[in-house]
């Protein structure tokens, strides 16, 4: 099993900052990218930041200035400032690797995987 864990969501007002932790765990074979998201009530989920293998990192505009991403072998972090009440979402990790096959013969097929974590509610009100 390849699993996510989250941390670091909370209750925070307007202007305030926030650092999110996601630390992936189990049979992983490499780590491909890294990245967040998050899904308010009622909206679809909307892409946030990702980070690859490469060090290459992209932003939404919404975001822009005011989060980072940063990765540390199995672990991504998101650091929110000057954090907007729009900002209020359940904040979701997404890594993409490649896990450790079963058998040895399966190394010749190895096939990508995108895992999520659980979810950590991030509000911003005063």
């Known amino acids: 099993q390849v699993q996510l864990v989250e941390s670091g969501g909370g209750l925070v007002q307007p202007g305030g900052s926030l650092r999110l932790s996601c630390a992936a765990s189990?049979?992983?074979?490499?780590?491909?990218?890294m990245g967040w998201y998050r899904q308010a009530p009622g909206k679809q989920r909307e892409w946030v930041a990702s980070?690859?293998?490469?060090?290459t990192i992209n932003y939404a505009d919404s975001v822009k200035g005011r989060f980072t991403i940063s990765g540390d072998n199995a672990l991504v972090y998101l650091q929110m400032n000057s954090l907007k009440p729009e900002d209020t979402a359940v904040y979701y990790c997404?890594?993409?690797?490649?896990?450790?096959?079963?058998?040895?013969?399966?190394?010749?097929?190895?096939?990508?995987?995108?895992?999520w974590g659980q979810g950590t509610q991030v509000t911003v009100s005063s």
């Open positions: 980070i690859t293998s490469r060090g």
């Open positions: 997404l890594f993409t690797v490649l896990p450790i096959p079963v058998d040895a013969s399966d190394y010749g097929s190895l096939s990508s995987v995108a895992i």
């Open positions: 189990g049979r992983i074979l490499e780590i491909n990218s």
